[in-house]
């Protein structure tokens, strides 16, 4: 019950971060290319490679803050649906090569970030 209680507070956090950094994203760079979408997922996969290593490498953190932060936090803050949907609506508009690069930038950024959040943690 606490692990469910864990994961519900951190999906309502991760939620609320999400559409507000997406608010505030959008009113920078404008909301003809899905910048908000992409800067969410790419934080998401930094700290899931950092979040990695202190929960399961080096145990610092116990299971209870897996579910909060892991499953609960980043799964509602970051999102493949939201991704998926944004990639649809450009193809759909004809923008085929800001679909192209948004999927590819995507892809290999939150990758590199989730590297580079592990690499991070395992060197400090």
Known sequence: MV????????GALGAVCRYWLMLWIGGLAGTRFPWGTALVNLLGSLVIGVLYVLISERLLLSEQWRGLLVVGYLGAFTTFSTFSLDTLLLLQDGRWLPALAYVTGSVLLCLAGAWLGMLLMRAL
């Open 3 to 10: 692990y469910s209680l864990a994961v519900a507070v951190g």
